[in-house]
């Protein structure tokens, strides 16, 4: 009885695993992540266009100094001397990434410099939350913890030997 308890909790912990791995994949099939940049023109850098078709949240991880997101439509009109007035303002910057919130629409980052960036931009649907919200992720953990509370009350339980109810035997005398 122990045992096949046991195999329940391992069987519901492989369930929990597999909900967990199906939530993160949904995850970052939601995610445009680009760290390549072509050079159109010496010392500018461009990203791939990032198109968002919902709202989305852009990160930039080691943003450039002289870089930024500039609107798809504003692409051939942006030079290192004029950036500043069609990049869009970020909505924070801390320690070199760079964050862009509700957007929507196509966009690129543009870089200026002497090589190219090392940045990565990763783009994010706002509605899709992230890999801690997302319920099949949650769902899976509460799985997972419900197979190792079960796996551990099958180790717990001990196996009683079974004695047949009406014995004729009697137990022998103590000496």
């Known amino acids: 009885m122990a045992r ?18 199906v939530g993160v994949v949904g995850v970052l099939r939601g995610l445009t992540i680009v760290n390549t940049f ?11 266009e990032l198109k968002l078709n ?58 200026f410099g002497t090589s190219q960036p090392g940045s990565k931009v990763v783009a994010t649907p706002t509605n899709g939350g992230t890999v801690g919200s997302n319920p099949l992720v949650l769902g899976g953990l509460v ?7 079960i796996m551990v009350l099958g180790r717990r339980m001990k196996s009683t030997p079974r004695t047949p109810k009406n014995s004729s035997m009697q137990s022998p005398p103590t000496p």
């Open 4 to 21: 096949s308890i046991v195999i329940i909790g391992a069987v519901v912990l492989i369930v929990g695993v597999v909900i967990i791995a």
């Open 38 to 48: 072509t050079q159109p023109q010496t010392g500018e850098y461009v990203s791939t």
């Open 54 to 111: 919902a709202t989305s949240d852009i990160a930039v991880t080691s943003a450039a100094a002289n870089g930024g997101l500039i609107p798809a439509q504003d692409l051939n009109l942006v030079s290192s001397t004029n950036f500043g007035q069609y990049a869009l303002a970020p909505h924070s910057s801390v320690a070199g990434t760079v964050t862009y919130t509700n957007l929507m629409g196509d966009y690129y980052y543009v870089a």
């Open 143 to 149: 799985v997972i913890i419900a197979g190792i509370v």
